[in-house]
């Protein structure tokens, strides 16, 4: 089905957009895999937090352009000392910002996973209240492959999503896992046909917001409690 999507704001790296309740932040960088400098970062900050704010938005949905890639992790040609170097030629980590704002944003975030979700980007995909993965989306870690890890969302709330010994397999192996695999693990919700993955989100975005945006607000309050 084809949908007006509004767009709310126009940015260089993102694309911010609404359709009947639902707000959509799409990373814009396909040339790349999707993959995020500080600058994507900043401007998904922003974008979410219009979203928070917006009393029109229930849910928000994070996705990236195209069908190869939901996102790739951090740009390494932007790489540094200390961080990610973006416009401003200073060395930043704002990604952590980002991953707690997903977490206590007072509304459900779902990844409308195509494509590879791989280091940063599966982190992206975790710290999601829900995940729906195309039939060729895959998942994976690869930081420790380059000297590079996650210390927090990416590996402490993994190990309570899919259990200690499946994290430890996905850090220390760096292997790719199918969007099957990915449901067996609890670390998707549902895979459906490439083709039909909008729909179904869209479908669960409607289902959601029938419900009191108050006690939801609050249900994730409570899950995320002791993360």
């Not at 492959?145 to 994290?167: Q, T």
């Amino acid at each position: 089905m084809e949908r007006q999507w509004e767009t709310l704001k126009e940015y260089k790296e993102i694309k911010y957009e609404f359709f009947e309740g639902i707000a959509k932040v799409t990373i814009n960088r396909p040339e790349v895999h999707n993959a995020f400098t500080p600058n994507t970062v900043q401007e998904m900050i922003d974008a979410f937090t219009r979203a928070r704010d917006d009393e029109r938005v229930g849910v928000i949905v994070l996705t990236g352009e195209g069908d190869k890639a939901f996102c790739s992790g951090g740009d390494q040609k932007v790489r540094g000392h200390g961080g990610y170097v973006g416009d401003d030629q200073i060395p930043r980590l704002n990604v952590l910002d980002l991953q707690r704002l997903i977490r206590i944003i007072p509304k459900p975030v779902i990844a409308m996973v195509k494509g590879y979700a791989i280091g940063g980007g599966n982190v992206l995909q975790v710290v999601c209240d829900l995940t729906i993965a195309a039939d060729n989306a895959k998942f994976g870690q690869t930081g420790p492959k380059v000297g590079s890890f996650d210390a927090g969302y990416g590996s402490g709330y993994l190990a309570r999503i899919v259990g200690h010994k499946k994290a430890r397999e996905i850090w220390y192996l760096c292997r790719q896992y199918d969007a099957q695999q990915a449901l067996d693990m609890g670390m998707a919700n549902t895979v459906v046909p490439l083709a039909d993955i909008e729909d179904e989100t869209v479908q669960w975005c409607k289902e959601i917001m029938r419900h009191s945006p108050t006690a939801l607000r609050f249900l994730k309050a409570a899950m995320n409690a002791d993360t």
